[in-house]
């Protein structure tokens, strides 16, 4: 596997279910990005990591809650979803985020529809 | 706080066509800006990164140019293909752990 890699690509779930989304990057990066993506609206960064430890939090709903286990692993738990969370979840990584080192690369993204 | 417009929102044209999609910021204190490229319902494929200190990237048919002070990054995309038929997003960095993103250029290139 090379780059940055989520699953699973496409997840329908209900408002009461717990579910997790999963992204892996093989790029020796130190940060990692979780990113929404609504219907013709711009990306909104939800939340970055650095070396494991979170460094931005948007004001992002607590029934999202993000897990950096390591520097190649990032998780986004969520639980108890609205219909208006459906969108395309993206994550990203870069070397680290200093203004030099920072290009992203993302992975493919988890369709998520919450019924 | 940063806002990133791109215009045109879109843009339908003939293959072979020379095309300019623009992009403005209004914080120009930017450490570097990146061009990606999205396929519909698919991740952001990076194009190009430009650093603060650089006047022009060019990888292929792609060229892209800042200029910092006055706010603007131009996307130029030579004898354009169907193959390049995609949004088109800028994202200028600033620091402070944000990248914001424009709305996007949605390219259409006709056969």
């Known amino acids: 596997e090379t780059g940055v890699t989520q699953t699973p690509r496409h997840l329908v779930m209900g408002m009461t279910n717990k579910k997790s989304l999963k992204c892996e990057q093989h790029?020796?990066?130190?940060?990692m990005y979780w990113y929404k993506q609504s219907a013709k609206k711009p990306l909104e960064l939800m939340f970055v990591?650095?070396?494991?430890?979170?460094?931005e939090n948007n004001s992002v709903p607590s029934r999202f809650s993000p897990e950096c286990p390591n520097s190649s692993h990032l998780f986004l738990h969520l639980h108890t979803l609205q219909p208006e969370d459906s969108a395309l979840y993206l994550c990203?990584?870069?070397?680290?985020?200093?203004?030099?080192?920072?290009?992203?690369?993302f992975g493919p993204g988890t369709r998520l529809t919450v019924l | 706080k940063q806002e990133v417009t791109q215009i045109p929102a879109a843009l339908s044209v003939p293959e072979g066509e020379n095309l300019v999609l623009n992009c403005s910021f209004t914080?120009?204190?930017?450490?570097?800006l990146q061009w990606f490229r999205q396929d519909p319902g698919k991740g952001l494929t990076s194009l190009l990164l430009?650093?603060?200190?650089?006047r022009e990237q060019t990888s292929g048919r792609l060229n892209a140019s800042l200029d910092k002070s006055s706010g603007r990054s131009t996307l130029y995309i030579a004898a354009s293909q169907p193959g390049d038929s995609a949004t088109y997003l800028c994202?200028?960095?600033?620091?402070?752990?944000?990248?914001?993103f424009g709305a996007g250029t949605r390219l259409f290139v006709k056969a």
């Open positions: 990591y650095s070396l494991e430890e979170r460094v």
């Open positions: 790029l020796g990066h130190n940060a």
């Open positions: 990203a990584s870069s070397q680290d985020l200093s203004g030099i080192y920072n290009e992203q690369f």
């Open positions: 994202a200028p960095f600033r620091g402070g752990f944000k990248t914001i």
């Open positions: 430009i650093q603060s200190s650089q």
């Open positions: 914080d120009s204190a930017i450490y570097n």
